[in-house]
């Protein structure tokens, strides 16, 4: 079946770093793909998608790919910051025998100062 | 951007009673809502998709009647946990897609419940 696979976490870097969150799926079909963020006691907000292969998502600085060749869609920040601390969730959705969206385990991101 | 509000936002309640959980869109129609329970520290796993005026599709292992979920209309829909205990303690998300645009999907800022 359909599946999101992320780099475990937690990942630590200091302000300033660069970011790199590792995702890759498996689906059958063209699935979109996602990521979203949720911060400490809140719900999931949407980060940036791409729907089709080589579409490249970007918002607030952060950018993802989707690699239809190497089935990946990482995410990567140039210079974070400490306000970037939070869970990163990929996703994918197909709809694929009804609308479905697969999420990655999450990876939980510290930024130090 | 699309909105989606849950209420309350958390709340804290005794064994045995029930509790009703609501998720709205404010500022579309959604033809689809989805809820989701999180785990501390884990992912969203999807309980239920409701369509508007139709019974819920509910995911292998989820109790329907434990979990009610109505769907009265396009911005609407409710989940009623019956008779909670304690192993329902969870954060539950409810999201929904916005009508004609189905790859998307809005997420509300999720009820923390806990059964004491």
């Known amino acids: 079946g359909d599946s999101v696979t992320q780099m475990e976490g937690p990942v630590t870097l200091s302000e300033e770093a660069f970011l790199t969150i590792n995702c890759t799926y498996t689906?059958?079909?063209?699935?979109?793909l996602f990521w979203y963020v949720q911060y400490p006691g809140e719900g999931l907000q949407l980060l940036l998608k791409a729907t089709k292969a080589d579409d490249k998502g970007s918002n607030k600085g952060f950018e993802a790919t989707y690699r239809k060749e190497t089935t990946s869609f990482h995410l990567e920040k140039g210079s974070v910051q400490v306000s970037d601390s939070a869970v990163y969730f990929c996703a994918l959705t197909t709809n694929t025998g009804g609308f479905k969206t697969i999420f990655g385990a999450g990876t939980r991101l510290f930024v130090k100062a | 951007g699309a909105v989606v509000s849950q209420h309350p936002s958390w709340v804290i309640c005794k064994s045995g009673t029930s509790v009703k959980i609501e998720c709205r869109s404010l500022d579309f129609q959604a033809t689809t809502m989805f809820w989701y329970r999180q785990f501390p520290k884990q992912s969203l796993m999807l309980m239920a998709t409701s369509n508007e005026g139709s019974k819920a599709t509910y995911e292998q292992g989820v109790e329907k009647d434990k979990f009610l979920i109505n769907h009265a209309s396009l911005t609407l829909s409710t989940l009623t946990v019956t008779s909670a205990h304690p192993e329902d303690s969870s954060f539950y998300i409810c999201?929904?897609?916005?009508?004609?645009?189905?790859?998307?999907?809005?997420f509300g800022p999720g009820t923390r419940l806990t059964v004491l």
């Open positions: 999201s929904a897609n916005e009508r004609g645009f189905t790859d998307t999907q809005y």
């Open positions: 689906a059958t079909g063209y699935p979109s």
